[in-house]
């Protein structure tokens, strides 16, 4: 049992906010089981959000005619999620408020238009050898440039490698970084034309591949 | 533009017993078939948010979840097939979605889809129903000691905070949270021994 990250959990929810990750064990799960479905009896969030219903058919509308690349998650998420990797980009690299400011501009630019949006950004999603997803890596084109990746994967630990492929064969950048019980993240500003990645690789210390993520369009 | 499909509101003619209260409702009644993917989307996205939200609990992976079931069920789904089958198809990736989803997050199942007992949830799509669930918690609620039952009551049904729960109870917010804690403990076990 796990009072501290369930009681975080439990508020999270609560709050209708994304709980965060963390290991838990069968008493944990009948607890956070218990808690959503209480959670469940709060009426009046059971109805999707309009905005959210029109993006999500505006990213299928291209996946399945397929006159751009797909992205790998929500427009709606992604938004979130890039904030916060700005956010937590900018706080790594020492960057200022004003550098912080000028990603989230792009970002809310980025949101208006799905062409616009590919220019600037592009996702990957982590697969493990077995084949589920393990996590995100997300690069991005402005100023500055930069990568992040995050993993979630229960028992993995350890150092890992990550290695970012350009379309000719190049490695664009390669980072270390620790996993700690399963959560494990990286970042680094790059001078390189993120459209030209192709694909990004995390490998043991040993070499062995852990998971790789391609980008859509290569 | 495109169209939304078609429903028809009507009185069910056969409602199962613990629907009585709840009449009329919404049901499909015309067409086998989706004329094209749009229309399959438009008609269960509101289904399986709802279905994934009463599984995580939460708006953010809710929607997310929701995403991941589109996008990876409607690239391959044959449009000649019934509407049931696209219902049944849209759970059996729900089911796999939701399965990964807690395996990443916990690295524990937490809560579940069952495509015999969902599909008819999805496929009598309503006004909100609490259901079996609903009315277990309700169980439970009522079976809590009488403090237990008030802090998850202000918490999870009035919308309190932690400290507009202590102060609703006279407690610290340090014993509120122990409370509350406890409370939940003591309805998941609780929760466990129902069938």
């Keep these: ?218 | 533009m495109f169209d939304s499909p078609r429903r028809y509101r009507q009185e069910d003619p056969s409602p199962p017993a613990d629907h009585h209260e709840r009449v009329p409702y919404l049901r499909l009644v015309e067409g086998d078939t989706y004329a094209d993917w749009e229309a399959a989307y438009l008609d269960n996205v509101d289904r399986i948010y709802r279905l994934m939200y009463s599984r995580v609990g939460n708006r953010p992976d809710a929607e997310d979840l929701t995403a991941e079931v589109f996008k990876a069920a409607l690239g391959p789904l044959r449009l000649s097939s019934s509407k049931g089958e696209v219902r049944a198809y849209l759970l059996a990736t729900a089911r796999t979605v939701l399965a990964s989803h807690w395996r990443r997050r916990l690295g524990q199942p937490v809560t579940f889809i069952d495509p015999d007992a969902d599909i008819a949830a999805l496929d009598d799509f309503s006004e909100p129903d609490d259901g079996e669930a609903g009315r277990k918690t309700r169980r439970i609620l009522t079976a809590l000691p009488e403090r237990y039952r008030r802090i998850l009551e202000l918490r999870f049904l009035e919308t309190c905070s932690i400290k507009e729960a202590a102060r609703a109870m006279d407690v610290s917010v340090g014993n509120a949270k122990v409370l509350q804690h406890r409370a939940l403990r003591m309805a998941a076990s609780m929760a466990e021994l129902e069938p």
Excluded at chain 1, 42 to 52: L, S
Excluded at chain 1, 88 to 101: I, K, N
Excluded at chain 1, 108 to 114: D, E, I, Y
Aim: aromatic share 6%; glycine share 8%.
């Design chain 1, 1 to 218: 049992m796990n009072p501290r990250r369930v009681a975080a959990f439990v508020d999270a929810v609560l709050s209708d906010r994304r709980p965060a990750p963390f290991k838990a064990d069968p008493v944990d799960a009948n607890v956070l089981r218990l808690a959503i479905a209480m959670r469940a009896e709060r009426p009046g969030q059971e109805v999707p959000e309009p905005q959210f219903v029109a993006h999500l058919r505006e990213e299928l509308a291209q996946q399945i005619g397929g006159t751009t690349t797909s992205p790998a998650r929500s427009v709606v998420t992604r938004r979130a999620r890039f904030v916060f990797a700005a956010a937590t980009v900018v706080t790594m690299l020492g960057g200022t408020v004003a550098a912080t400011t000028a990603v989230e501009n792009a970002l809310a630019t980025a949101t208006s238009s799905t062409v616009t949006y590919d220019k600037l950004l592009r996702v990957g999603q982590f697969e493990s050898t077995g084949g589920h997803a393990v996590g995100e890596i997300v690069a991005y084109r402005g100023d500055p440039s930069w990568v992040l990746m995050s993993i979630r994967e229960p028992g993995m630990n350890g150092p890992v490698v990550c290695r970012i492929e350009m379309s000719n064969g190049h490695t664009a950048a390669t980072g270390t970084f620790v996993v700690h019980n399963g959560v494990g993240e990286w970042a680094r500003p790059i001078s390189i034309d993120v459209g030209m990645f192709r694909q990004a690789t995390l490998v043991t210390s040993a070499g062995s591949v852990l998971a790789t993520a391609r980008f859509p369009g290569t």
